[in-house]
């Protein structure tokens, strides 16, 4: 015997939503955390400015929200500076 489907009903509260921005549109969140020397058992590469940051130095440690395998160890002024230079123009 065939199989009957409820007709779709489209949900009302759905229909005033508006609608998803693009990701693209979104402003990029990052959390952000503080690494402690003492959590700093190896050296990273900053990505501000190409340096080390050497075992034992507190850093930060900037994770996106929506890629968190994209996580980046930075120097303090260089995230710092970072920030300015991505939202600077908009404040
Ligand atoms: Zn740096």
């Known amino acids: 015997m065939p199989l009957v489907l ?11 939503l508006p609608p998803r921005p693009a990701a693209a549109d979104l402003p990029a969140m990052e959390s ?3 690494v402690q ?8 590469l900053c990505p ?3 340096g080390y940051i050497e075992m034992g130095e507190g ?3 900037v ?3 929506h890629s968190p395998d994209l996580r ?3 120097h303090r ?11 600077g123009r908009r404040h």
């Open 63 to 65: 994770v996106p929200e």
């Open 32 to 34: 952000v955390g503080l």
């Open 72 to 74: 980046r160890h930075w």
């Open 6 to 16: 409820p007709p779709a009903v489209p949900d009302p509260q759905l229909g005033h």
């Open 48 to 50: 501000g400015c190409q």
């Open 37 to 44: 020397p003492y959590q700093a058992r190896k050296r990273y």
């Open 59 to 61: 850093h930060l440690v």
């Open 77 to 87: 002024a260089c995230w710092h500076r970072e920030r300015r230079r991505r939202h």
